[in-house]
């Protein structure tokens, strides 16, 4: 048998322990037993003296000093000799006393009482003096008890569950549940509010569902037909409708990107789904009026352009002059709002409303526009609203005045930043989508 717990060092004839217990109990260290030091080479010493847990004397003195943090080997007395065998019996015999010494004090005792385990020393509270810590010494049963215990004494001071409630400062809300009825208390996540990922609701006429926030898709039955993310707010969920689902009033708004739409239902009366004009989606014309925005090229005089968010990453080069060359795009946007294919301009005009320029383009095989402009004059007008300037006649090249722009609404590649940005987008709302039906359907 060896014993090899910690390491050593060893100056002279001290050695010194770290992390070992040469006096624990069964550990059969004793005078005569041989150390064993793990250097290259090893050297052998013989213990004389036991010091302590972690002292012990050697001989011979170590020359040169052996370094903390070196392994070592005790071997113990040799169990098959008639000595060994005698001493290591005795040992084990002493330790059992002590132990068993140690366990009848604890189970006897009324204060703390402290025994030594491995040669640590532990203190314990006595078995006795556990019962006296309560108001009822001597615990045995709680049977036949007609006082309830107090809360001080680990009860609830009552013997029905109401006066326990009251005792311990509960509210009605401990006898609800959670969920979404009308006598639920409302968890996090429950009709939206404070989810991580919203719900998908999948038929927003459901009456059933009442107020809430909500995700909403392509599938969702009376949905905008896309994907995005909103509140659904309801009025009542009764009245004259023609049917049940119609029994009822409620406004929904769905937010997608840029996209705001928002509808109302009351008594079966659909108003439909209806879109916000905003700054985003919109764009104001050299003339002040605003019109569907995207994508929006404004080309100005020198050359330089303003782009909004849908068209980013095209650019602009004057050419010459009444020259620009926008690239980039693939040509014209068709938006019927612009007047189609060959209407998607607009260019600047007087105080009388009229056109200061003559606007001409061409598409190129690559998808860029050359947009060509020159001087526009009105010879029927009055004198003052002729547009007429010394030296430059009525359809010859010119750069677009220094203090207005002209608008292009062009088509911009599947790959655009833009649309790039929206599929991203529309890719983590689907994720979101997905882990919230996850999540509802392992729960």
């Not at 612009?338 to 001409?360: A, T, V, Y």
């Amino acid at each position: 048998m060896i014993y090899t717990t910690g390491t050593i060092a060893i100056s002279g004839n001290t050695l010194t322990g770290t992390g070992t217990n040469f006096t624990a109990a069964g550990t059969l260290i004793r005078n005569g037993c041989t150390v064993i030091a793990l250097t290259s080479p090893p050297q052998v010493f013989q213990i004389t003296a036991i010091g302590g847990a972690t002292s012990l004397t050697v001989t011979p003195a170590a020359n040169p000093a052996i370094p903390a943090g070196t392994k070592y080997s005790i071997l113990l007395s040799d169990s098959l000799s008639v000595d060994g065998l005698a001493q290591d019996i005795a040992e084990t015999f002493t330790m059992y006393q002590r132990y068993m010494s140690g366990f009848a004090d604890v189970m006897n005792g009324t204060t703390d009482v402290t025994i030594t385990i491995n040669g640590a020393a532990v203190t314990v509270p006595g078995q006795k003096s556990l019962a006296k810590k309560g108001a009822n010494n001597d615990i045995t049963s709680l049977s036949g008890l007609t006082t309830a215990l107090s809360i001080s004494q680990g009860g609830t001071g009552d013997k029905t569950a109401a006066g326990a409630r009251t005792n311990l400062g509960l509210g009605n809300v401990a006898t609800k549940n959670t969920g979404e009825g009308d006598n639920d208390v409302l968890a996090p996540g429950a009709f939206g509010v404070g989810a991580k990922n919203l719900p998908v609701i999948s038929d927003l006429w459901d009456k059933s569902k009442g107020t809430r926030f909500c995700n909403v898709t392509p599938a969702t039955s009376g949905g905008p037909g896309m994907y995005g993310s909103g509140i659904r707010l309801s009025d009542r969920n009764i009245g004259s409708g023609s049917t049940p689902v119609a029994q009822q009033s409620f406004a929904a708004l769905i937010l997608s990107g840029k996209i705001i739409q928002f509808m109302s239902m009351s008594d079966g009366n659909d108003s439909g789904w209806m879109q916000i004009y905003h700054t985003g989606n919109t764009t104001r014309t050299s003339d002040g009026t605003l019109k569907a925005a995207s994508p929006i090229v404004q080309l100005f005089g020198d050359g330089s352009c303003q782009l909004n968010d849908e068209s980013e990453g095209c650019t602009v080069t004057r050419q010459a002059i009444g020259e620009y060359l926008i690239e980039g795009c693939v040509g014209l946007n068709a938006d019927a709002a612009w007047g189609g294919i060959d209407g998607g301009f607009e260019i600047p005009s007087d105080r009388n409303k009229q056109p200061l320029i003559w606007l001409d383009y061409e598409v190129k095989a690559d998808g860029s526009i050359l947009v060509k402009t020159y001087h526009r004059t009105h010879p029927s007008a009055p004198a003052y609203a002729r547009n007429e300037r010394d030296g430059i006649n009525d359809g010859e090249p010119i750069d677009i005045p220094a203090d207005q722009f002209v608008s292009v609404r062009v088509e911009m590649p599947a790959d655009s930043i833009w649309n790039t940005k929206q599929l991203a987008a529309k890719n983590a709302l689907e994720d979101s989508i997905a882990l919230s039906a996850e999540k509802k359907q392992g729960s």
